[in-house]
């Protein structure tokens, strides 16, 4: 899937479009390309094609088709998601988070606090698991939603969700996960965990970007945060990207399918590359619980050689990583997530995420597991 002489090891940022997703789009892109709005037959039909994306998009998290509501992407439904809670109980003007959460959430929760408004930012414990305990003590009657992520997109360290979800419902506060990482990796059930509001990406999935859902339990009192005409039930305003959105149900019909060859096979190489390095290359720690965690994630640092030159050096031989978040890249400051679990800023710089995929081959990790020792030892020395 990658182009040749590509190695690909960066899918928590974003991941290819899978060949079956790109097919279904070509046809909304060329022929059926009518507004889903009209009255006329081609725009019906292009509306009924809609409704089947949703479908399947509600099969992969266990929902009715009703609860989701297509959105531009992963951001727009965090915010989305947050400001509802704000708006539909105005006197409520508190908001419960954690500081590993991805800038879509901190940021949006940076600029409420400008607002006027109050948020508590949880912390997490030097291996990134959450105490729900801490959640517990930190709902207050003035708390209009609790906000926190399924899995970590650095760490990829997964998160208590079913135990704060019963706790939210205990304390009759709304709670929203941001579960952009998730789909395809790890099985999603929100008939189980109990969450009121659930944010996806497509592009983490093998599907295009510039959509995503926002799940919205029957019940749950929402206020839209795009206003315009009546698409989405009236919750979410906008023309809708038609073949974005089709590429979008495929791509979730094939994660769903996919999640045991993920766990399994994505999983088993994971470990290997993982080992690999811990094992053969000093002064090297893996960042983060061991479990619960996505099996196509590992986070390592590498004693006190910054990830930028460790990155440059990889893409000169075709290999892609990150040291984080693709949405903070540029960013001088070390990674917030790795802070927050205490990781002093020297180990921080110097720590890269691993993140694997559907594409992934063990070719693609002998070459990386062959090749990263000597670019370690070339930027150790004096």
Known sequence: MSPANLYYFDNNATTPVAPEVVEAMLPFLT??????SSPYRIGREVAKHIETARERVAALINADPEEVVFTSGGTESINAAVQSALL???RKRHVVTTAVEHSATLRFCESLEKRG???????????????ASLLEQAIRPDTAIVSIMWANNETGVVFPVKEIADICRQKAVPFHTDAVQTPGKIA???QTVGVDLLSLSAHKLYAPKGVGALYIRRGTKYWPYVIGGQQEDGRRGGTESVANIIGFGVAASLAHSKVDDVTRRVGAMRDRLENTILNTIPNTRRNGAEAPRLPNTS???FGSIEAEGMIVMLDNIGVCVSSGSACTTGSLAPSHVLTAMGINAD???ASLRFSLGLYTTEADVDYLVANLPGIISRLSAP
Do not use: C, F, H, Q
Request: charged residues 25%; without cysteine.
């Open 88 to 90: 539909v109980e105005p």
């Open 299 to 301: 986070n390592i640092s």
């Open 117 to 131: 408004y109050e948020v508590t930012v949880l912390p997490v414990g030097t291996d990134g698991l959450l105490d």
């Open 347 to 349: 180990r921080a710089r």
């Open 188 to 190: 999603l059930d929100v």
């Open 31 to 36: 022929e059926k390309w009518a507004n889903a």
